[in-house]
């Protein structure tokens, strides 16, 4: 059955790659509530294409925000293993002015690249999925496993809603192996396997001063709600790149030196890196390599800021507030809601006497580890082989999907991130994925269905 | 003809009002270009007024910018001193998102006050102006004195083409002396006569780093931009209040010891100061009072600030960018152009190796001073006591009003600022004139063209 899948993948890359198109010309923006109707649309495209595929059972189900899209094929039987592929149908805001070079919800190829937000995160990578899972149902024997989908509409705003959807959900949602395709590689020729992602917890600091703007002319006389901004956000890193909260990385866990060995095996070079972000030199703690610092060390960062006057031209002003976004990727074992603490806290002790301060907690979520032996992981290995053509290399990956960590400790299952990115421009202007990495993609995630059937079988006869 | 002058303001008073209400609603913001229509508008309600009032010559003007709005009276005689009466139509950016507890533009009267963008800077002082001579001209034996009216639209942008303008028409501006009513006193019950303004330097500092913004996934390898711009801020001031740029205070006047008590005998409190200004305490050089830090000391402000993402909800972004307008006020004898490179230069060493910035120069205007033993200002003071009922303080103003440094320099003619200003808002939102004062002030410039004309006859008589 595998042979007659990858053959109707290759048949059908033409549809697929048009239907790729139709989803991310639905701008489906969670974060924004005038995009809430275009969640909802995208939410159909979803459930049109389950029916399509042949899924038994396809819902669109409520949750506190956004819905779940949710479709159920359990043809393959109570002895074969059954995989949760979970993904997400919304997208980080995109607008023109950010610094696209064309609309970013009008999708379009060019040199190997299809171009439009989600493109990569995560329309592209949930479609090969889907259009895998399609094609192994329209072989004559089907699938070796049975399928459940869930995916998500607000992964882009921290998942605020699954945790409860998957905790009310449990049985419906119980499965051998979760698989979520939703992490990158560098490039199409080097297949890169994350069996580790970072926490998060996003933060809004809110700086007050004077009840409204004043002139600048009455300026030196109180403290500068701008200024006293700064002056808090330099507090909170050391001089050599340590974040300065009390406390922050009590719970680091230390690697243990082979792992920190095999990580660095394939270290991102500084002069790759410099190139790949146009940065005129490096940053972060002098102790850490790169790839450490994006993988197994905790950070803070500004996300944005905003105070007073912006516009084009002067105006003189001393604001009345100013305001930044402020957020954490954690590492293992830090919990989330005890790193807001620590930044709280401190921030309150570093705040100038001269104005108000106040932290926000907007989302937050845990960081998540599956361990690199464990037989999913190794059925992952041995599908990028052959739908990939090479071994992948491992890592701990810095970015963040929030349910990962959930899945793990609600449902007890092994999540697998068969990651199937190659692009540029995740969150930020002109994203774009490899459309090779799309085609490979499906036949990756074929060839690992069919992996995680043997595997099962070899385990169910061994035991 | 004085008291004919007064009784037609008295008369007349409530179309006065509803005069300056149709130029308030005039939207009349010189630093956005989508405003230009409006700015054209607001000029030739000047002219209409003007050629309603019996001027002989009136004129909108070209500049290199907005035009000049010129009106010429010479019925009083080549022996009676001539007035050159300075004064702006364009007003500051507002919108009802920075705060206002109703449309800026759409002015209305609730308890004493006028609301609206421009009541009192200028529009509500300028009509004071206009219907001042009005009165004057409407009487039987008309003004003792010869006007011109010079009303620019370029006053909140840093006045960037009025010097070459009094500099290409020093004949036709020629006067025996010079009027500005755009300052302010603290309230109608405390009339205040400004005898020195600071100057003013506008910037705005670009910070860039990665060539986009990049997922905060990779934070911590490459200097946050947002950061690295509050370091940046931080580096500006001494953690006293100093400015912290090298050579910043070579060339600030140190006050006579009797000027500087002068100042201080109507000295703000503490208390009241942060009454009014809703701060929780004050800030700045502990070595000078707040009447000092705001007359006599140079400041550096942050005007505005924005990085990055700061919307509704998260976005997980590293920022390319991040830029701050940075605004200082000058005074005797700081020049203008030097303080701009001090700044300049001191960035450039301070900014950290991985980011580049820059800092632009937007527009700029000098520091200015009368004699407070100058007749005129003399006749400033009488008039006070007549039209006000009270003789004004004096004291040093925080604010800028570019022109005066050029008036003094070019035409060589002494300034005297007739402020008439009692209100709040000014920049901010929730503009609002004292409608007292607005009467007051009528009076009160009526009896200063009398005062000017006896004065002058005075000094004639006498040479």
Redesign the interface.
């Given at each position: 059955m595998m042979n007659d899948a990858l053959q109707y993948a290759q048949q059908h890359q033409a549809r697929f790659q048009a239907q790729l198109h139709e989803l991310i010309r639905i701008p489906s923006i969670s974060?924004?509530?005038q995009h809430n109707e275009d969640m909802r649309r995208a939410a159909e495209w979803l459930v049109a294409d389950l029916l399509h595929s042949g899924f038994e059972r396809v819902e669109v189900m409520p949750t506190g925000g956004h819905p779940v899209v949710y479709g159920e094929w359990l043809g393959a039987g109570m002895d074969a293993p059954t995989v949760l592929i979970y993904g997400h149908y919304d997208v980080?805001?995109a607008a023109l002015e950010?610094?696209w070079s064309s609309a970013p919800f009008e999708p379009f190829i060019k040199e190997d690249y299809i171009y439009g937000r989600g493109a990569v995160d995560n329309k592209g990578q949930i479609v090969a999925q889907l259009k895998a899972v399609e094609a192994l149902l329209a072989s004559p024997n089907k699938a070796p496993v049975n399928f459940k989908f869930l995916i998500e509409g607000e992964e882009?705003?921290?998942s605020v809603h699954l945790a409860q959807f998957v905790r009310d959900h449990a049985a419906m949602l119980q499965a051998d192996v979760c698989v979520i395709s939703d992490t990158g590689m560098r490039d199409v020729e080097t297949p890169q396997l994350c069996y580790s992602l970072?926490g998060?917890v996003?933060m809004e600091l809110h700086v007050y001063?004077?009840?409204?703007?004043?002139?600048?002319?009455?300026?030196?006389?109180?403290?500068?709600p701008?200024?006293a901004?700064?002056?808090i956000?330099?507090k909170l890193?050391e001089p050599d790149?340590r974040i300065a909260a009390p406390g922050f990385y009590d719970d680091v866990q230390t690697l243990d030196p082979a792992e920190r060995a095999l990580l660095n095996e394939d270290a991102l070079t500084e002069a790759y890196?410099l190139e790949q972000?146009?940065?005129?030199?490096?940053?972060?703690?002098p102790e850490f390599t790169?790839v450490e610092?994006?993988g197994i060390?905790p950070?803070?960062?500004?996300?944005?800021?905003?105070?007073?006057?912006?516009?084009?031209?002067?105006?003189?002003?001393?604001?009345?507030k100013?305001?930044?976004?402020l957020?954490c990727?954690l590492v293992a074992n830090q919990k989330a809601e005890r790193v807001y603490q620590q930044v709280r806290d401190y921030i309150i002790q570093i705040t100038p006497?001269?104005?108000?301060s106040e932290l926000k907690l907007?989302?937050s979520g845990e960081a998540a580890y599956t361990d690199p032996q464990h037989p999913s992981i190794q059925a992952a290995i041995a599908a990028y082989e052959k739908g990939w053509g090479k071994k992948p290399t491992l890592y701990r990956?810095?970015?963040?999907i929030p349910i990962v960590a959930d899945i793990q400790q609600i449902l007890g299952l092994p999540v697998v991130l068969l990651g199937l990115g190659v692009g540029d421009?995740?969150?930020?202007?002109?994203e774009r994925y490899h459309l090779e990495a799309f085609r490979r993609g499906i036949d990756t995630a074929i060839y690992f269905y069919d992996e995680i059937a043997h595997s099962h079988q070899h385990t169910a006869n061994g035991a």
């Amino acid at each position: 059955m595998m042979n007659d899948a990858l053959q109707y993948a290759q048949q059908h890359q033409a549809r697929f790659q048009a239907q790729l198109h139709e989803l991310i010309r639905i701008p489906s923006i969670s974060t924004l509530s005038q995009h809430n109707e275009d969640m909802r649309r995208a939410a159909e495209w979803l459930v049109a294409d389950l029916l399509h595929s042949g899924f038994e059972r396809v819902e669109v189900m409520p949750t506190g925000g956004h819905p779940v899209v949710y479709g159920e094929w359990l043809g393959a039987g109570m002895d074969a293993p059954t995989v949760l592929i979970y993904g997400h149908y919304d997208v980080q805001p995109a607008a023109l002015e950010d610094g696209w070079s064309s609309a970013p919800f009008e999708p379009f190829i060019k040199e190997d690249y299809i171009y439009g937000r989600g493109a990569v995160d995560n329309k592209g990578q949930i479609v090969a999925q889907l259009k895998a899972v399609e094609a192994l149902l329209a072989s004559p024997n089907k699938a070796p496993v049975n399928f459940k989908f869930l995916i998500e509409g607000e992964e882009e705003i921290s998942s605020v809603h699954l945790a409860q959807f998957v905790r009310d959900h449990a049985a419906m949602l119980q499965a051998d192996v979760c698989v979520i395709s939703d992490t990158g590689m560098r490039d199409v020729e080097t297949p890169q396997l994350c069996y580790s992602l970072r926490g998060l917890v996003y933060m809004e600091l809110h700086v007050y001063g004077p009840s409204d703007d004043l002139h600048s002319g009455t300026g030196h006389t109180i403290h500068n709600p701008a200024q006293a901004l700064a002056e808090i956000i330099v507090k909170l890193h050391e001089p050599d790149g340590r974040i300065a909260a009390p406390g922050f990385y009590d719970d680091v866990q230390t690697l243990d030196p082979a792992e920190r060995a095999l990580l660095n095996e394939d270290a991102l070079t500084e002069a790759y890196w410099l190139e790949q972000t146009g940065a005129p030199m490096t940053w972060g703690e002098p102790e850490f390599t790169l790839v450490e610092r994006m993988g197994i060390r905790p950070t803070l960062e500004v996300n944005g800021m905003v105070s007073g006057f912006y516009g084009e031209g002067s105006k003189t002003v001393i604001p009345a507030k100013a305001m930044a976004k402020l957020s954490c990727r954690l590492v293992a074992n830090q919990k989330a809601e005890r790193v807001y603490q620590q930044v709280r806290d401190y921030i309150i002790q570093i705040t100038p006497p001269g104005v108000r301060s106040e932290l926000k907690l907007l989302s937050s979520g845990e960081a998540a580890y599956t361990d690199p032996q464990h037989p999913s992981i190794q059925a992952a290995i041995a599908a990028y082989e052959k739908g990939w053509g090479k071994k992948p290399t491992l890592y701990r990956g810095g970015g963040t999907i929030p349910i990962v960590a959930d899945i793990q400790q609600i449902l007890g299952l092994p999540v697998v991130l068969l990651g199937l990115g190659v692009g540029d421009g995740v969150h930020g202007p002109d994203e774009r994925y490899h459309l090779e990495a799309f085609r490979r993609g499906i036949d990756t995630a074929i060839y690992f269905y069919d992996e995680i059937a043997h595997s099962h079988q070899h385990t169910a006869n061994g035991a």
